[in-house]
């Protein structure tokens, strides 16, 4: 089991940066394969990017690639997303998520523990 606390959120300007961590608790962190997910209200919570064990393979959704990047840190048990270029529309709440499976997984439903979320929102 592993529990994950997202950080890293606020409110920004369209066009700046931010950079989300999410820490795991445990030794098992490097078996997990993370994903990014958001959620923005009164939407279903949608796939952002996803990064395997070892950090070397990742896959983002395409209305953020070439803006945000996935990476991972297995000495220090921590996800990060790097959002650069940002838009109004990604304006969510922003869920770190943990998988057992080798996949990287499009699908919340992949995806066995989730942190509690970190609100990004960009103004015009």
């Known amino acids: 089991q592993v529990q994950l606390v997202e950080s890293g959120g606020g409110l920004v300007q369209a066009g700046d940066s931010l950079r989300l961590s999410c820490a795991a608790s445990?030794?098992?962190?490097?078996?997990?394969?993370m994903g990014w997910f958001r959620q923005a209200p009164g939407k279903e919570r949608e796939f952002v990017a996803a990064?395997?064990?070892?950090?070397?393979?990742?896959y983002s959704a395409d209305s953020v690639k070439g803006r945000f990047t996935i990476s991972r840190d297995n000495a220090k048990n921590t996800v990060y997303l790097q959002m650069i270029s940002l838009k109004p529309e990604d304006t969510a709440v922003y869920y770190c998520?943990?998988?057992?499976?080798?996949?990287?997984?499009?699908?919340?439903?992949?995806?066995?523990?989730w942190g509690q979320g970190t609100q990004v929102t960009v103004s015009t």
């Open positions: 990064l395997s064990r070892s950090g070397g393979n990742t």
């Open positions: 998520a943990a998988s057992p499976r080798l996949r990287l997984g499009l699908n919340p439903g992949e995806y066995a523990y």
């Open positions: 445990g030794r098992t962190f490097i078996t997990y394969t």
